[in-house]
């Protein structure tokens, strides 16, 4: 019961009291039920003598047997209560060396101490089943060996599940004017900056290198890499990439893609950046397109409920705002790449803003090991084919006749046409040979831009 009432505080689930919420107190109030149903059979109330026995016991008497009875009531409740406790405490401390042996054994992955709640190994083992169940629709272990070695390739099951972890099982912290972001982490596959920046390959120092080529990438968990090791990120695969194409200089890629963001959140963090550090970056580019659909930060409806109603919170069910239209979206994206471009040209710096590949946009579904239920419409020739609102307008925008070429913008949104191999490891992030393709489109506009413009400080 204390678990279902606090479940949103502790990090166990998505905001709101939803269904899993009322099962647990459903489940703890049944359980209570049971237990004073057992006691009173054990112990039954005294029979009182009927009506025709007189009125029974006199005030005083009634009243020296009450103290009596509320004293033994008093102690089978402490009794109960201090056995509860010890019960938990034997529980927590068992779990956490069962955690002690699964984190040095690399099935689980160690957690960092986020205060008391937190660290009880009981609310551990809860939060581990609400991932897996939340998780286990899309999670590529559901897939058979065949499948699941066409998108990891040479890797074990073993290895996946606990990338896998290492990438899901994260908490994000708050973070100023972007609201919330990665927090520090070590892991065997995923490695997070006290600076927030994913580790990359070749990963450059912080404060950043004067005289180093020095990029910052900005964008979703697409970038972030959900699903893949530090080493087969978008931003990883761009530093190789680079460090092969640009000899004079050390490269230097900076990885600042968060879950959930798209191009406000990015814009923020950009800001926060460059007014925070002494060396400011020579590329900045923004991967965007799969998350440019939400109106606010995805958290902002918790929020806003939180501020609203501070003790109620945790047991309202606060509902996602409805996404925008395609035209106020794509019209909100060009404002801040403006706003972006305006500041690049004030911090010497060159902006590069990539509309991402979505799976829902020119690739073959039948291709795609995870499916998708709607948005998908059946050609005559039988392909699959996803039907984005919002790159449908992009598309339509970037191709009016009467508009020049938007300058600083790479579309790889068809970079996927015609392939017939999965590139994806869940519903939207992609494989590592798709993000070594992402990378090297990539890598080619930087250096061509650098070659044709050495002296500019715009956009490519």
Known sequence: ????????????????????????????????????????????????????QGQGPEPETRGARALPALRRRYVAAAVLLLNTLVLFFCLNLLLLLGF???DAAGWTTREPARGL?????????????ANWSSEGEISALKLGDAELAKIYPRWTRA??????????????????FSQFGELPYRGRFVKVSAHGYRESRGQGPWPMAPRAFNVWVFGGSTTFGYGLPDDETVPSCLQTYLAEKIGDRA?????????YYYSSQELMLFYRLLTSESVLPDVVIFIDGINEHYIEPFYSQALRTFMESPYLAPYLSPHAAPAGTSEAIVSRYFMNKKLIEAWCATAGARALFVWQPSPLWKYDLRFHLFRFTE?????????LMGTSPLYAHM?????????????GFLSLAELQVGVEEPLYVDHVHYTAAFSRRIAEQIGQRIVEGASANPGSSQEY
């Open 159 to 176: 290895d996946v599940a606990r990338l896998l972890r290492e990438t899901r099982e994260r908490p994000l912290g708050y973070r100023a």
């Open 251 to 259: 490269v230097a890629v900076y990885n600042f893609g968060h879950a």
């Open 117 to 129: 709640l937190r660290a009880l190994a009981v609310l551990r083992l809860v939060r581990l089943a």
């Open 375 to 383: 948005l998908v419409a059946e050609r005559e020739d039988g392909r």
């Open 395 to 407: 598309e339509q925008y970037l191709g009016q006749r009467d508009k020049a070429p938007e300058p």
């Open 100 to 102: 002690g042996v699964t």
């Open 1 to 52: 019961m204390v678990v279902s009432l606090l479940i949103d505080r502790l990090g166990l689930g998505q905001p709101g009291f939803g269904e899993s919420q009322r099962i647990l107190l459903l489940a703890g109030l049944a359980i209570l039920a049971a237990s004073l149903a057992a006691r009173w059979r054990r112990n039954p109330p005294a029979a009182r003598p009927s009506q025709g």
